[in-house]
């Protein structure tokens, strides 16, 4: 298996790297047996707990997934879609007729983790801006939606209502950037405590997560974001035409 070698990044990035892209050229297939951690080191010349970490991170990715006392093989890719509908959670639910109350969670600047980091092209020391906003409709809590950006992306954006304003006209409007297109893909989401209660703490503990990445018309990635969504009242549906849409229901009460 070819390396990729980079004096720039972490050993660990580098067999995440190296794994990813032997899966995305199909040099690695679904169900491929992969090399055990030991193999891993000595191919690396690097420690288990480097090798573990960068395994780690491709099992929480879904790239790959364990079988005690059988080693790691290489999971089916996750549902993906790619589309040229920029996704707006107020827009759809008041296409519904339904009002949506928004409540500003928290915004603040961070430190971006290799994720976020390597979705938005960021290298140190950039920082990237945090949002994460609560949907409310009908009294009740419907969605949990974080979003990343870069720090540099807008002078003004974290001093803007973002209660009542949503962030692709702010982008628009505020930071002079035209939204060109999502990609957007589907999860089984693992949900903490904290997450569970500012949804509700819902009856049936049903979620989705819909992740994506906004682009904009220089086809440069601009946001990265994660709406976690009570699967008890929402259901996402795709259209002939491959649009995402999303789906108010009361059906489980």
């Given at each position: 298996?070819?390396?990729?070698?980079?004096?720039?990044?972490?050993?660990?990035?580098?067999?995440?790297?190296?794994?990813?892209?032997?899966?995305?050229?199909?040099?690695?297939?679904?169900?491929?047996l992969?090399?055990?951690?030991?193999?891993?080191?000595?191919?690396?010349?690097?420690?288990?707990?480097?090798?573990?970490?960068?395994?780690?991170?491709?099992?929480?990715?879904?790239?790959?997934?364990?079988?005690?006392?059988?080693?790691?093989?290489?999971?089916?890719?996750?549902?993906s879609h790619?589309?040229?509908?920029?996704?707006s959670?107020?827009?759809?639910?008041?296409?519904?007729?339904?009002?949506?109350?928004?409540?500003?969670?928290?915004?603040?600047?961070?430190?971006?983790?290799?994720?976020?980091a390597?979705?938005?092209?960021?290298?140190?020391p950039?920082?990237?801006?945090?949002?994460?906003?609560?949907?409310?409709?009908?009294?009740?809590?419907?969605?949990?939606?974080?979003?990343?950006?870069?720090a540099?992306?807008?002078?003004?954006?974290?001093?803007?209502?973002?209660?009542?304003?949503?962030?692709?006209?702010?982008?628009?409007?505020?930071?002079?950037?035209?939204?060109?297109?999502?990609?957007?893909?589907?999860?089984?989401?693992?949900?903490?405590?904290k997450?569970?209660?500012?949804?509700?703490?819902?009856?049936?503990?049903?979620?989705?997560?819909?992740?994506?990445?906004?682009?904009?018309?220089?086809?440069?990635?601009?946001?990265?974001?994660?709406?976690?969504?009570?699967?008890?009242?929402?259901?996402?549906?795709?259209?002939?035409?491959?649009?995402?849409?999303?789906?108010?229901?009361?059906?489980?009460?």
């Open positions: 298996m070819d390396h990729v070698e980079n004096s720039y990044i972490t050993k660990h990035r580098q067999i995440i790297e190296t794994l990813t892209a032997a899966m995305q050229e199909e040099r690695l297939k679904p169900y491929d992969l090399p055990s951690e030991k193999e891993l080191c000595d191919q690396w010349q690097t420690s288990r707990s480097t090798v573990r970490k960068a395994m780690d991170q491709l099992a929480d990715r879904g790239k790959i997934f364990r079988v005690p006392g059988k080693g790691s093989f290489v999971a089916f890719p996750k549902i790619q589309t040229s509908q920029i996704l959670f107020s827009e759809k639910m008041k296409a519904q007729g339904l009002e949506v109350e928004t409540k500003l969670i928290l915004k603040e600047i961070i430190d971006p983790g290799e994720e976020i390597a979705t938005l092209n960021l290298t140190k950039a920082r990237a801006l945090k949002i994460q906003r609560l949907r409310i409709v009908k009294g009740e809590p419907m969605a949990l939606q974080t979003a990343f950006m870069p540099n992306i807008c002078k003004n954006l974290m001093q803007e209502d973002l209660e009542t304003k949503s962030l692709n006209r702010l982008f628009e409007e505020q930071c002079n950037i035209r939204l060109s297109r999502s990609d957007v893909w589907i999860e089984a989401p693992i949900v903490s405590k997450e569970k209660l500012l949804l509700g703490n819902p009856r049936v503990p049903l979620f989705l997560a819909v992740v994506g990445v906004t682009f904009d018309e220089n086809d440069t990635p601009v946001r990265f974001s994660r709406g976690l969504l009570r699967g008890d009242r929402i259901r996402l549906k795709i259209s002939d035409s491959g649009v995402f849409e999303l789906d108010y229901s009361t059906l489980l009460g």
